[in-house]
T-cell receptor, first 111, second 116 residues
């Protein structure tokens, strides 16, 4: 079972920032937060991950709260091509390699 | 670099036939994963390999499904006999061993299987 909770859908205007929330209140100390997205009919694509510090790469930023019970993925300037299902996944290092994909958030970027 | 390669991209078959899906992982990756995605169940892990050895096959639905990895650059997922409820998109993914937080998996484009 997924250890995360995400809203089922969100809308965003093109060019604006998209902020996708994720709750992971049962996260343990050695578990990372991973974000993947799946554009229609394609395989999931890795976006970013973090442990407790905020992270930024060329695709997005990840903000993790101090208590680590929630996080927000930020797409700073959303484009139509960012329309996808976004999955927030919690996984520890070591042990099972299983990624548990929940239902994710369907983000629709509108022109 | 080439990503994960899957073939065929689409497969239509009749109930009772054998189906073989193929995957070539990214060179240098020592983990390989097979996932299945349906509307009802979402994306679920079927089995994964490490260094060509099956590690966890608890997600394989039943004995009709089998997976092999004869070498580091090739894996197959076989369904025999196939049933209409096996219709789904099957994804292969790979990753390399690394330190903590390096669990990023790279997914292939998937094989869309339709069993009539």
């Amino acid at each position: 079972d997924a250890k995360t909770t995400q809203p089922p859908s969100m809308d965003c205007a093109e060019g604006r920032a998209a902020n996708l929330p994720c709750n992971h209140s049962t996260i343990s100390g050695n578990e990372y937060v991973y974000w993947y997205r799946q554009i229609h009919s394609q395989g999931p694509q890795y976006i970013i991950h973090g442990l407790k510090n905020n992270e930024t790469n060329e695709m997005a930023s990840l903000i993790i709260t101090e208590d680590r019970k929630s996080s927000t993925l930020i797409l700073p300037h959303a484009t139509l091509r960012d329309t996808a299902v976004y999955y927030c996944i919690v996984k520890g290092s070591g042990g099972s390699e299983k990624l548990v994909f929940g239902k994710g958030t369907k983000l629709t970027v509108n022109p | 670099d080439a990503g994960v390669i899957q073939s065929p991209r689409h497969e239509v078959t009749e109930m009772g036939q054998e189906v073989t899906l193929r995957c070539k992982p990214i060179s240098g990756h020592d983990y390989l994963f097979w996932y299945r995605q349906t509307m009802m169940r979402g994306l679920e892990l079927l089995i994964y390999f490490n260094n060509n050895v099956p590690i966890d096959d608890s997600g394989m639905p039943e004995d009709r499904f089998s997976a092999k990895m004869p070498n580091a650059s090739f894996s197959t997922l076989k369904i025999q006999p196939s049933e209409p409820r096996d219709s789904a998109v099957y994804f292969c993914a790979s990753r390399r061993t690394g330190g903590p937080g390096t669990d990023t998996q790279y997914f292939g484009p998937g094989t869309r299987l339709t069993v009539l």
